[in-house]
């Protein structure tokens, strides 16, 4: 018999956003099942930190600081992992900031914020990647979305409209880039316990009161579906947004 393999050996993924919540959840699982693991974010300490723990239980990891808002940046993350790795098989474009600002209370500048990271940040990061994949002949792009995008939040509508536009922007992405092996899907998680959905805890108890599952979903749960999307099982898989989110059913 043969000895176990990962799901993802060999393969080098990025993902931006893993120095905490979801992010690093998908780094450990990738690395789990046999990838090259570029962890990145802005908070070095724990990108790095992160990275040393994969190293330690046998992984191979490396964390590069970029910050999604500045294409130098992704640019620069690009580049340092083909120099050390040699290539690009997955990218999740996960890094991502909420804007829960009211419609009329909403500065432009609150709208240029979540616009650069949840948005341009996804956008400057496949620009650099996916000729790369194209001429790899193959690549796989997982866009971490969110509910938002199609549950409609009064109390976010800045958050709503971003992940919209990630979602749709997926499914045109995937149709040109299909005839390359170039798969791109949208995860869309609902509430996740991350720091990010705990800021405001009375919101957190609230939305979680709401959800058929009566609970938040975890970042392991999270990493699960990004490590399916990113292997050999998802071959046939592309242009799709997989939604996990305890049966908020709409
Ligand atoms: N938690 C939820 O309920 C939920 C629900 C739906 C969708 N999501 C989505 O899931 C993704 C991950 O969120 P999370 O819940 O895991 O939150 P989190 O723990 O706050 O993680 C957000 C990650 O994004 C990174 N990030 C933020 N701004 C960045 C920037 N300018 N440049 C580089 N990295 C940046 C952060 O890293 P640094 O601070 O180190 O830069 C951090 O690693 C986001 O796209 C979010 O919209 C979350």
């Given at each position: 018999?043969?000895?176990?393999?990962?799901?993802?050996?060999?393969?080098?993924?990025?993902?931006?956003?893993?120095?905490?919540?979801?992010?690093e959840?998908?780094a450990?699982?990738?690395?789990?099942?046999?990838a090259?693991?570029?962890?990145?974010?802005?908070?070095?300490?724990?990108?790095?930190?992160?990275?040393?723990?994969?190293?330690?239980?046998?992984?191979?990891?490396?964390?590069v600081?970029?910050?999604?808002?500045?294409?130098?940046?992704?640019?620069?993350?690009?580049?340092?992992?083909?120099?050390?790795?040699?290539?690009?098989?997955?990218?999740?474009?996960n890094?991502?900031?909420?804007?829960?600002?009211r419609?009329?209370?909403?500065?432009?500048d609150?709208?240029?914020?979540?616009?650069?990271t949840?948005?341009?940040?996804?956008?400057?990061?496949?620009?650099?990647?996916?000729p790369?994949?194209?001429?790899?002949?193959?690549?796989?792009?997982?866009?971490?979305?969110?509910?938002?995008?199609?549950?409609?939040?009064?109390?976010?509508?800045?958050?709503?409209?971003?992940?919209?536009?990630?979602?749709h922007?997926?499914?045109?992405?995937?149709?040109?880039?299909?005839?390359?092996?170039?798969?791109?899907?949208?995860?869309?998680?609902?509430?996740?316990?991350?720091?990010?959905?705990?800021?405001?805890p009375?919101?957190?108890?609230?939305?979680?009161?709401?959800?058929?599952?009566?609970?938040?979903?975890?970042?392991?749960e999270m990493?699960?579906?990004?490590?399916?999307?990113?292997?050999?099982?998802?071959?046939?898989?592309?242009?799709?947004?997989?939604?996990?989110?305890?049966?908020?059913?709409?």
């Amino acid at each position: 018999m043969s000895a176990a393999r990962g799901r993802l050996d060999g393969r080098v993924a990025i993902i931006t956003g893993a120095t905490s919540g979801i992010g690093e959840a998908i780094a450990y699982r990738f690395a789990r099942e046999g990838a090259v693991t570029v962890l990145s974010g802005r908070r070095s300490e724990l990108g790095e930190r992160n990275a040393r723990r994969i190293a330690d239980s046998g992984g191979r990891a490396a964390f590069v600081r970029a910050d999604v808002r500045e294409q130098g940046d992704i640019k620069a993350l690009v580049a340092e992992t083909v120099r050390r790795f040699g290539k690009i098989d997955i990218l999740v474009n996960n890094a991502g900031v909420l804007g829960n600002v009211r419609f009329e209370e909403a500065t432009i500048d609150d709208w240029r914020a979540i616009v650069d990271t949840d948005a341009l940040g996804g956008i400057s990061a496949m620009w650099e990647v996916l000729p790369l994949m194209r001429r790899q002949g193959g690549g796989c792009v997982i866009n971490v979305t969110s509910i938002d995008a199609t549950l409609s939040s009064p109390h976010e509508p800045l958050y709503c409209f971003v992940k919209a536009g990630m979602e749709h922007l997926t499914r045109a992405l995937a149709k040109e880039y299909a005839a390359y092996n170039v798969r791109l899907n949208n995860l869309a998680p609902g509430l996740v316990a991350t720091d990010l959905a705990r800021a405001n805890p009375e919101m957190f108890r609230k939305l979680e009161e709401g959800i058929p599952m009566r609970r938040a979903g975890t970042p392991d749960e999270m990493a699960n579906i990004a490590a399916w999307l990113a292997s050999d099982e998802a071959s046939f898989v592309t242009g799709a947004t997989i939604e996990a989110n305890g049966g908020m059913v709409r």
